[in-house]
Nanobody
Framework: QVQLVESGGGLVQPGGSLRLSCATS????????MSWYRQAPGKERELVAT????????NYGVSGKGRFTISRDNAKNTVYLQMNNLKSEDTAVYYC?????????WGQGTQVTVSS
């Protein structure tokens, strides 16, 4: 059974930082490209960042460029999202996503709220 479990979300003040983690199990993590998406209330889900299976290539959506960094540890089957200088518009549920060939999986999401 494949599981993607996000953690690290919470309430943070504007300008603060958070590090999200997505721990996976039940899949061969090292062959999956991993992504972070987010969905704010009333908005569509959007890509934040993607990292290749070996970690050598990253790609950022508009929302993730400049302040966010995606990384992975294949030994720990975990992908991370470091978020700095957070703004109120970063408030959303953040989802982990795995893609390998025809197989895709989503995590359950973790809430990030940026507010003073």
């Amino acid at each position: 059974q494949v599981q993607l479990v996000e953690s690290g979300g919470g309430l943070v003040q504007p300008g603060g930082s958070l590090r999200l983690s997505c721990a996976t199990s039940g899949l061969t993590f090292s062959v999956y490209a991993m992504s972070w998406y987010r969905q704010a209330p009333g908005k569509e889900r959007e890509l934040v960042a993607t990292i290749s299976s070996a970690g050598g290539s990253t790609n950022y959506g508009v929302s993730g460029k400049g302040r966010f960094t995606i990384s992975r540890d294949n030994a720990k089957n975990t992908v991370y999202l470091q978020m700095n200088n957070l703004k109120s518009e970063d408030t959303a549920v953040y989802y982990c996503y795995a893609r390998g060939g025809d197989y895709t999986y989503w995590g359950q999401g973790t809430q990030v709220t940026v507010s003073s």
